[in-house]
Structures are given as C-alpha cells and as structure tokens.
Nanobody
Framework: QVQLVESGGGSVQPGGSLRLSCAAS????????MGWFRQAPGKEREGVAV???????SYADSVKGRFTISKDNAKNTLYLQMNSLKPEDTAMYYC?????????????????????WGQGTQVTVS
C-alpha cells in the first residue's frame, strides 16, 4: 500500500535551516507529482511547494527564495530544504502525492487534488 513517511522536523532558531524528507513506498514514485503542505494551529492547510508535471516547481509566496523542493526518484524520496526560517514557518509539515500530475502552480493551491498524505513532521521556529 502507499506510504509516505516524513522526517527531519524539529526546533530551530529564527534564521536557521532544516531539511525535511519524505520516504515514499508502495507505488512508482517517479510517475507522480508530489508536494509539501503545512498547517499551523487554527489555520487551514496551505501549499508550500510542489513538483509538478515536467519537473515544474511552484512555491507559496511566503517561502519563495528560502525553501527548495527536490525529488530523488532513485531513492523514492521527496525533500524540502528550508533556509532562513521564520517564526511564521512554525507548523506541521506534510508531504502528499497528487492524484494526477499537472503544472506545479495549479497543484500548489489545491490540496484536495492530493490523495495520499504522510503523518506529518513538526517544525518549530522560535
């Protein structure tokens, strides 16, 4: 069965860095578009970064220039490199698999188009 397992979260001071990983199994990883989403307490889940069709990438405006999404098909792993972290980045971070590929800009604002989700990894910046 499809499994997505995030790791790499933790507590960091403002300005610090973290790299999140998402290990995928149970399907052909290379054939699917993937994304990172986050949810802070009392807020809706929001798209952070997506790798879409053709390798397109899209980011939330709030993380552009600071976060980088990447995908290692040989390792079946999705990454999110987060630099210059801010307190407002504090949230639970989830990786997810898109039902079908589309451009990254289309997918990043549509979490309902993702069918499998990991359990999340907490990122706290303070």
């Amino acid at each position: 069965q499809v499994q997505l397992v995030e790791s790499g979260g933790g507590s960091v001071q403002p300005g610090g860095s973290l790299r999140l990983s998402c290990a995928a199994s149970g399907y052909t990883f290379s054939m699917y578009c993937m994304g990172w989403f986050r949810q802070a307490p009392g807020k809706e889940r929001e798209g952070v970064a997506v790798i879409g069709g053709g390798g397109s990438r899209s980011y939330a405006d709030s993380v552009k220039g600071r976060f980088t999404i990447s995908k290692d098909n040989a390792k079946n792993t999705l990454y999110l490199q987060m630099n210059s972290l801010k307190p407002e980045d504090t949230a639970m971070y989830y990786c997810a698999r898109a039902v079908r590929c589309a451009t990254a800009a289309f997918l990043v604002v549509r979490p309902t188009l993702f069918d499998y989700w990991g359990q999340g990894t907490q990122v706290t910046v303070s």
